[in-house]
C-alpha cells in the first residue's frame, strides 16, 4: 500500500508540473509517513547511497564530453562522417548517425549527444533541403545510442543499482549500439528513396575531402577506443576511464590549439550542474528504494510471477511493456531508478542476465525519452530546433517504430548483448 500512495504521489505531483527532483523528495517523504518511518532514514540513505567510488565517474564522463563540445571536436567528428556517408542519399542524416555514434563513444548521455548534434544539423540540414522536423527527429532518434555505446552514465549508476560488473556492461551495449545504428541508416534510405521526406540528390564523392576531415578528427576518433581498451584490458577501471577521457579531450584540444581558459571553465560549469543534479536523483531515488525493499514489494511482486510460471520472455515483454510506458512518463535516470529495484529480483528469479536486462532497460527507458508526453528529448530539440510539437511528434513515429523493432530484437536473441562481454569478460563459471 505505501509503495501505491508513493507512486500516485510522485505521478501526481508530475501531472502539476513540479520538477522530478522536487516531486522524488516530496513523494518519498509522503511515502515513509504513510508508513510509520522515521523520516532520518532519508538523509541517511542519500549520503550512503553517493558515498560509492564508482560514481565518480559520471562527472569525469560529462566533463570529458563538454570539453569536446566546448573544444569544436564534436564539429570535427561530424565533419568527418559527412565526408565519409555525406554523398549517399539522405547524406546529411547518415552523417547524425555515423558523428552520434562515434560522439556517444566519448559522451554517455543521451542529452549531450542531442545538444550537440543538433546545434549543427539544425543549421545545415535545413539548409541542404531537409525538413526541420526530419532533421530533429533524426538527432533525437540518433542521441539514443549515447547511453547504448560506451562508456555510458545510466549503465554505471544500473550496474550500481544491480551490482553488476560496470566494464562488462559497457561491453555489452556495443553490439546493440551497431544494430540500432544500422537500422536507423535503413530508414533513413527507405525514407529518402522513396520520398517520404524530402531530401537533396546524392553529391559526389571526394577523396580529398575525407582526407582532410580524417586527418582532422584523427585523435578525436581515437577517444572511444582509448576509452574501451583502457577497460577490457583491465589496466583501468570505469572511474580511471572517465578521467582519462578527460585528459585525452584536454590532449587533443592543446594539439589542435582549441584549448582556452574560457572553454575549459564553461565545460567545468557544465558538469557541475549536470553531475549536482544526478547525483541528486540517485541520492533521493535511495528512499525509494529502501521504501521498496522495507514494504516488500519486489519480493511480493516475484512471488507472484513465479506463483504464475512466467518465464524469462514472458517477462522480459511485460518488463518491456511498464518501462515504455514509464519512460513515456519520467525522465530517464529517474525512472530507471524505480524500476530496477522492482524488476530486478523477479529477472535474476526466472532465469534472466542481469547484464542483458541492464541493457533492456536502458533501451526501454531511451525509446520513452523520445516519445510524449513527457519525453525530454522532443522539449530539448524544439529549443534548438524551434519546431513544433505535434510537426516533430509525426516526424519521430518512423524512427519510433524501428526503435521497438531493435527492442523486439534484442529480447529475442540476447546474444546480440550478451556474446561479446561473454568472450572477454566472462563471468566466472561460464
Not at 119 to 131: D, L, T, V
Not at 153 to 171: D, K
Not at 208 to 232: C, E, H, S
Amino acid at each position: 500500500m505505501v509503495s501505491l500512495v508513493v507512486f500516485a504521489t510522485l505521478l501526481g505531483l508530475m501531472m502539476l508540473g513540479m520538477p522530478i527532483a522536487i516531486a522524488l523528495a516530496l513523494a518519498t517523504a509522503t511515502g515513509m509517513l504513510w508508513g510509520g518511518y522515521d523520516l532520518i532514514l532519508i538523509p541517511q540513505n542519500m549520503v550512503s547511497s553517493v558515498k560509492s567510488i564508482e560514481l565518480t565517474a559520471i562527472p569525469f564522463f560529462i566533463l570529458a564530453a563538454a570539453l569536446m563540445n566546448q573544444l569544436g571536436i564534436t564539429r570535427k567528428i561530424f565533419d568527418f562522417a559527412q565526408a565519409l556517408v555525406g554523398t549517399l542519399r539522405g547524406g546529411l542524416a547518415h552523417a547524425n548517425v555515423v558523428a552520434g555514434f562515434i560522439f556517444s563513444g566519448i559522451s554517455g548521455a543521451a542529452v549531450a549527444d542531442a545538444a550537440a548534434l543538433a546545434a549543427i544539423s539544425s543549421k545545415e540540414m535545413p539548409k541542404a533541403g531537409y525538413s526541420k522536423e526530419f532533421a530533429a527527429a533524426t538527432v533525437l532518434a540518433v542521441s539514443t545510442l549515447g547511453p547504448i555505446i560506451p562508456p555510458s552514465i545510466m549503465m554505471v549508476v544500473y550496474a550500481i543499482t544491480a551490482n553488476v560488473s560496470i566494464a562488462r556492461l559497457f561491453v555489452a551495449g556495443i553490439g546493440p549500439g551497431i544494430l540500432i545504428a544500422a537500422l536507423l541508416m535503413l530508414l533513413i534510405v527507405v525514407l529518402t528513396r522513396y520520398g517520404c521526406t524530402p531530401s537533396p540528390p546524392p553529391g559526389k564523392f571526394s577523396a580529398r575531402k575525407l582526407g582532410r576531415t580524417t586527418k582532422d578528427a584523427l585523435l578525436a576518433l581515437f577517444a572511444p577506443l582509448v576509452i574501451m581498451r583502457g577497460m577490457v584490458s583491465g589496466w583501468a577501471t570505469p572511474t580511471e576511464a572517465g578521467v582519462l577521457a578527460v585528459a585525452y579531450a584536454l590532449f587533443v584540444g592543446a594539439v589542435q590549439r582549441n584549448l582556452t581558459f574560457a572553454a575549459v571553465s564553461r565545460s567545468l560549469v557544465e558538469t557541475v550542474e549536470a553531475s549536482a543534479l544526478i547525483l541528486y536523483v540517485i541520492a533521493i531515488s535511495s528512499g525509494l528504494s529502501y521504501v521498496f525493499v522495507a514494504e516488500g514489494t519486489a519480493a511480493h511482486l516475484t512471488s507472484l510471477m513465479t506463483s504464475l510460471s512466467i518465464g524469462p520472455v514472458s517477462f522480459l515483454l511485460l518488463s518491456n511493456l511498464l518501462l515504455l510506458m514509464l519512460g513515456c512518463l519520467i525522465e530517464t535516470l529517474p525512472a530507471m531508478l524505480l524500476a530496477v529495484p522492482l524488476l530486478l529480483p523477479t529477472a535474476l528469479a526466472v532465469g534472466v542476465d542481469p547484464t542483458h536486462f541492464g541493457v533492456l532497460v536502458i533501451f526501454n527507458l531511451l525509446i520513452g525519452y523520445m516519445h510524449p508526453p513527457m519525453g525530454i528529448g522532443l522539449f530539448i530539440l524544439m529549443a534548438i530546433a524551434r519546431v513544433e510539437f505535434v510537426a516533430l511528434v509525426k516526424a519521430t513515429l518512423p524512427f519510433i517504430g524501428v526503435l521497438l523493432l531493435a527492442l523486439a530484437l534484442l529480447t529475442f536473441v540476447p546474444s546480440i548483448s550478451l556474446w561479446l562481454p561473454d568472450l572477454v569478460l566472462p563471468q566466472p563459471g561460464k
